[in-house]
């Protein structure tokens, strides 16, 4: 994609998506939330259907001008339905903390009772941080993962969730690297009559491929993000049973937004179609497969990851262990400098704060789209540590940045 159009308008602009192009061409994206969406979604994203109001649902607007809006979200929700097989399907959610606002909205009342994974156990602000309208309009509780074995706590779980008696359980996290059982949290769930929201949001592609079990038809509300794992521009969904479908409608629009980002829906559907074509599948698997191997590699070196390994798309590294000295936010601020991108974390049992934590998360969703393979991956592996080892040693940073050019020019992005 060009920007001349922009440019002869406004340069400032255009030299900014310049620089995030070039950016993104020349490191390498190792946040687990990020992925590169195709051209086709991109071009989806920038239509004329930006400019048009879509308040409602395909053949029930409250505008006129929606014959092609109509036809958009239609085949993003008949798509988004033949990958994760839902009865309903909602595709306006701006956001996954929009899609789960809306859940919220359709199942509870203020003041009804969450509970919830914690944030520094792997959650999400929206799943009830107090700083989040969550926490702000519902009563909240956590659960967390076993510190032992970083896995969640299932039996804690549930004598949590009997004791605590919530109105609705939320599964699905941001920093979780292992499967979820789905139907064990639902059994707790259902044994004490609360509602069930699993927000898939990072492993929407996952589980759409069929290499993550699904909570789809086991769950009341599944949430998700659309730019994850798949990768069909940034944005929410919600699916759920015919049952909770006016709920969730309503709750959506009018109940939290007003008119649709149509030009993202279009998205949305042009990157739930690409995800259909059998090569996702083999894109998720790979996905997988790589950071099993990125886990592996960094324990070859040393590095301590929670829960001991990866079932999915990310690994979380504890620094402390090997390098007790050592903080996630250096790492990520020396990795960055050399090209190499992933974010600082906090692990179960964080002992330090939220924005200098001991961990950083590295996820393959990016690496995977750019053609990496679990060869490629283990050389990365190698160089994060290499800067995890040294992150002050501008020699280290200099040949790690050498590398990381020449992994970005073998492994190309966008033209
Ligand atoms: N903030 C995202 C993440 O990085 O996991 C989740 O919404």
């Known amino acids: ?6 440019r002869a308008t406004d340069p400032a602009v255009a030299d900014a998506l310049e620089g995030e192009r070039e950016r993104q061409n020349d490191t390498l994206a190792m946040i687990a939330s990020e992925n590169h969406v195709s051209e086709a979604v991109m071009e989806a994203q920038s239509s004329e259907l930006t400019n048009n109001y879509a308040e409602g649902y395909p053949d029930e ?6 014959e092609y809006a109509d036809d958009v979200e239609q085949l993003a929700i008949d798509r988004a339905k033949e990958l994760w097989g839902a009865d309903h399907v909602n595709v306006q959610p701006h956001s996954g903390s929009q899609a789960n606002m809306g859940v919220y909205l359709a199942a509870l009342d203020p003041g009804d009772k969450i509970l919830s994974l914690d944030l520094t156990h792997g959650g999400h602000l929206s799943h009830g941080h107090p700083a989040n309208f969550a926490g702000q309009v519902y009563e909240v509780e956590q659960y967390e993962v076993d510190e032992e074995s970083g896995y969640i706590d299932y039996e ?53 491929a069929g290499v993550h079990e699904s909570p789809v038809g086991v769950a009341d509300f599944v949430t998700g993000s659309t ?11 919600i699916m759920c049973g015919d049952e909770h479908a006016d709920d969730v409608d309503s709750a959506v629009f009018p109940g939290s937004q007003g008119g649709p980002a149509m030009h993202n829906v279009a998205g949305k ?16 698997e790979q996905t997988v497969t790589n950071a099993k191997a990125l886990g592996e590699r960094l ?30 936010k250096e790492v990520e601020e020396s990795l960055e400098e050399a090209g190499i991108v992933l ?6 049992g964080e002992t330090r704060s939220a924005f200098n934590p001991s961990g950083i998360r590295a996820g393959t969703p990016a690496l995977t789209t750019r053609g990496f393979g679990e060869e490629a991956c283990c050389e ?21 940045s050498q590398r990381v050019d020449e992994l970005t020019d073998e492994y190309t992005l966008y033209d």
């Open 380 to 400: 990365v592996a190698d160089l994060i540590y290499e800067i995890v080892d040294a992150p002050h040693d501008e020699a280290v940073v200099a040949e790690v």
């Open 343 to 348: 974010n600082a974390n906090t692990v179960p």
């Open 227 to 237: 730019h994850k794992t798949i990768r069909a521009g940034r944005g929410g969904v």
């Open 1 to 6: 994609m060009t920007y001349e159009t922009v």
């Open 61 to 66: 607007r409250y505008y006129g001008g929606c």
């Open 156 to 208: 804690g779980l549930h004598e949590h969730a009997e004791e605590y008696d919530p109105d609705i359980i939320v599964s699905g996290y941001s920093a979780y690297p292992r499967e979820v059982d789905f139907e064990r949290i639902q059994a707790t769930a259902d044994a004490v009559d609360a509602y069930h929201l699993a927000d898939i949001a990072h492993i929407t592609g996952l589980v759409a």
């Open 269 to 284: 559907a042009v990157g739930f179609g690409e995800a259909l074509d059998p090569a996702f599948e083999r894109y998720a």
């Open 299 to 328: 324990q070859d070196h040393g590095l301590d990851l929670v829960s001991g390994g990866t079932d999915n798309h990310l690994v979380l590294v504890d620094l402390r262990p090997s390098h007790p000295d050592t903080t996630g």
